[in-house]
């Protein structure tokens, strides 16, 4: 995985359907501006200077673990997984 495809949240945006229909650069690139809006996400990790939210000691946090039950968002831990390997090779 391209690590500037890693997004904040443990999404690999390189297996993103929407990424090539609307350009999408990523969460990084575009400061948490995407094309669907604001991502509070992206927005909390640029004012913590983390990398992604597996450096956070609060994560999972509320903000992810509601990103990670939500019905249509949902991926059954696959991000989390990405999170903790992610913190675990930055240590």
């Keep these: 995985m391209k690590r500037e495809m890693m997004a904040y949240c443990g999404t690999n945006c390189e297996e993103c359907?929407?990424?090539?229909?609307?350009?999408?650069?990523?969460?990084?690139?575009?400061?948490?501006?995407?094309?669907?809006?604001?991502?509070?996400?992206?927005?909390?990790?640029?004012?913590?200077?983390?990398?992604?939210?597996?450096?956070?000691?609060k994560m999972p946090c509320e903000i992810l673990s509601a990103l990670f039950a939500d019905p249509e968002h949902g991926d059954q831990g696959s991000r989390l997984n990405n999170l903790k390997k992610w913190a675990e090779n930055n240590r």
Aim: aromatic share 10%; glycine share 10%; with cysteine.
């Design 17 to 57: 359907a929407w990424r090539e229909q609307v350009n999408c650069k990523g969460c990084k690139a575009n400061q948490g501006k995407m094309f669907w809006g604001e991502c509070d996400k992206a927005k909390c990790c640029i004012a913590n200077k983390f990398e992604h939210c597996g450096e956070c000691a």
